[in-house]
């Protein structure tokens, strides 16, 4: 890139910078000090505001880079991703968001441990929800190296490895100082830009074609050198039934992982009462949604004007396809427009990436402190120092995700956001559902439940494609490939379900029946909710 394009993109991401420090800034000088404040920013976000912000914290690097990147370079099969990250908002709206809001206090924990045992219910949970937001942390990671790689026009792993270092370094100022409640207004400050620079972009395409949708497509089909199958299933996850089942698998972790998300869970606490909680996913569905539909119009824009072949040489995962996009929309490299274009869709990103990381560390280092340190302690611990011990996991869950992140900075966002939804349904779902409406549900039935899911989806990752056996692997040098899929929810949800029942089927523990007669009438009515 240009000199230009750096210096525009630059400034403008160190206004937003700025502008969310001094969010966090005014917000840590406000604040009680409470659990309560820092967890869940004191309760005090309308339905609205809440809406907004979980659109924030959803619509991440792998929904603006990713999905379009995967679209732009696979026509249709990209498009699993973008109905599977919308469509799992019904399983949220109907099963989760009241149930949680009126069970729990600040995590997923905390709904399950209302009728089980604690501790060991705490530590599993806790360690299930920290898992899943590092695998998250990583895609985004990855996607702020690909970003300030393709501005600086540098492809080094140094200028990489210092981006994915100073994300981390924001991430955890951003929680330490300023908590749930400066989180929140930094995802609706970025909600606002995201929403608002994708329909700008949407827009600009549509007029290049004219409004003609159909000569959109026919003609990204034509570049793709795929012709008519550009736009036919099968491009991706065609062929033998390997692929076959891999898209399977992937779209059942997209459908079901949401509704086991720790920092989407989080969100929930964060209002009220649980009617504002309903309504805070209506609005988000909203927002989402026409974010979606809009990410379909840059993919395929992304093709047509660009050309795959453009983008795969930018970035072989196809993770700069929105940028590029940007750039020739605005007039192409030499010019003003495209100038001023790809540096607003760069901040954007940029601004996208930092607003994620930290709703992922916040709902981790909580996790931390207020399931897995309150636990192993086996004594009270008091309010202060259950916060403090989350600013510090913050720092060392910050330093996890960045060793992860130069370690996986080849591989496309959306799909290894895909990883951490098969994760997420895999051990965090069964048992939150087993929790809410298993009457017979028992503290082993919890256990096995959610490390049945973990162990195997971690332990599948590892033996398939994705780190070792083919060019693209994280080690392309080692083979111990035994799993042939690259997702592994086909197999790992059905085996947390399954140990959950198992677990509380050969427990000797009788479920206590009072217990699940209180939890049931607080989830449907929200009497003794927090």
Not at 130 to 136: A, F, K, N
Not at 235 to 259: E, I, N, P
Not at 411 to 419: I, M, P
Not at 501 to 519: I, M, N, P, Q
Request: proline share 3%.
């Amino acid at each position: 890139m240009t000199g230009n394009h750096q210096t525009l993109a630059l400034l403008l991401f160190s206004a937003f910078i700025a502008v969310t420090l001094g969010i966090t800034t005014w917000v840590s000088r406000k604040r009680r000090g409470s659990a309560e404040e820092f967890y869940a920013g004191g309760r005090l976000f309308s339905p609205m505001e809440n809406g907004f912000a979980i659109a924030g914290d959803y619509m991440s690097a792998a929904s603006f880079l990713g999905i379009s990147g995967l679209i732009a370079l696979f026509g249709y099969d990209g498009l699993l991703y973008s109905v599977g990250f919308l469509v799992a908002w019904l399983v949220v709206l109907f099963l989760v968001a009241e149930l949680v809001r009126n069970c729990g206090r600040f995590t997923l924990a905390d709904v399950v441990a209302a009728r089980m045992t604690e501790r060991p219910v705490r530590i599993a949970a806790g360690t299930s929800s920290v898992t899943v937001s590092v695998l998250y942390l990583v895609a985004q990671m990855v996607g702020a190296g690909s970003l300030v790689a393709l501005l600086l026009g540098k492809t080094g792993e140094a200028a990489q490895a210092w981006t994915v270092i100073g994300v981390g370094a924001l991430m955890v100022i951003y929680v330490s100082l300023g908590g749930m409640r400066a989180t929140t207004w930094i995802q609706i400050v970025k909600a606002v830009l995201l929403l608002g620079g994708t329909l700008a972009l949407t827009v600009l395409v549509l007029v290049r074609f004219h409004g003609d949708f159909d000569r959109l497509l026919l003609t990204a089909a034509e570049r793709s050198g795929h012709g008519a199958a550009f736009l036919a299933p099968g491009l991706k996850y065609g062929g033998d039934w390997t692929a076959r089942f891999d898209f399977m698998s992937l779209g059942l972790a997209l459908v079901l992982g949401t509704a086991g998300l720790p920092h989407i869970l989080s969100r929930f606490y964060t209002v009220p009462t649980a009617r504002a909680a309903r309504r805070s996913v209506v609005w988000s569905i909203g927002l989402i949604g026409g974010f979606y539909l809009m990410t379909i119009v840059l993919g395929f824009g992304a093709a047509a004007i660009v050309g795959p072949d453009a983008v795969r040489r930018s970035n072989a995962a196809g993770n700069t396809a929105v940028p590029l996009l940007a750039l020739d929309l605005g007039g192409g490299a030499g010019s003003m427009g495209g100038t001023v274009l790809f540096a607003i869709v760069a901040a954007i990103a940029f601004a996208t990436i930092l607003a994620v990381v930290a709703g992922i560390t916040l709902a981790s280092s909580a996790s931390v402190a207020h399931d897995l340190y309150a636990s192993l302690r086996r004594k009270h611990v008091e309010p202060r120092s259950e916060v403090a011990v989350a600013r510090i996991a913050a720092v060392g869950i910050g330093v996890v995700a960045i060793g992860l992140g130069l370690l996986a900075r080849d591989l496309n966002v959306a799909f290894l956001v895909g990883l951490a939804f098969a994760v997420a349904a895999s051990a965090n779902l069964p048992v939150l559902l087993y929790s809410l409406f298993w009457r017979g549900f028992t503290t082993r039935g919890a256990v096995w439940a959610v490390y049945g899911g973990l162990v195997p989806a971690l332990v599948l990752v590892l033996l398939s494609p994705v780190v070792s056996g083919s060019p693209q692997s994280l080690f392309p040098g080692l083979d111990f490939q035994f799993f042939p899929l690259q997702n592994p929810g086909l197999v790992s949800i059905p085996l947390g379900f399954l140990a959950g029942w198992l677990g509380t089927v050969t427990s000797a523990e009788v479920a206590d029946a009072a217990k699940h007669a209180e939890t049931e009438v607080r989830s449907l009515t929200g009497a003794g909710a927090v």
